[in-house]
């Protein structure tokens, strides 16, 4: 029994992504971007490093969609089932800034607010 279960996971399909991820206007990476699979029970991702890196490693290989955000930008979907190999380096992603004037009205009160306040 332990030997059978050894061998179907042994024989699971699994992928890695690498990838870098940019500012769209200044070419500049982002850090601390989240970097997760959408719909994902198992809890697999995580941010982008100082350089906009990231790497995920072993996802099941029924994943189809990762999701890249970052507050003030728009949310980016990388498909996985446009990869043909296990392995994949994406190269750069940019990120660009989101265009909710809700959102700019918003962060402008605050800062607004702040400076009053001093």
Request: net charge negative.
């Amino acid at each position: 029994m332990i030997s059978c279960l050894i061998a179907t996971a042994g024989s699971a399909q699994t992928s890695n992504v690498y990838g870098k991820v940019m500012d769209k206007e200044t070419h500049k990476p982002l850090y601390g971007v989240s970097v997760c699979l959408e719909d994902d029970q198992l809890g697999i991702g995580t941010i982008t490093n100082k350089d906009g890196e990231f790497r995920l490693w072993n996802l099941p290989g029924d994943s189809l969609n990762v999701l890249i955000r970052c507050d003030g930008y728009e949310t980016y979907v990388l498909d996985l089932s446009t990869f043909s190999s296990s392995s994949q380096d994406v190269k750069e992603i940019y990120l660009e800034t989101e265009t909710n004037q809700d959102q700019k009205q918003t962060s402008l009160r605050l800062l607004s607010t702040k400076k009053e306040g001093k």
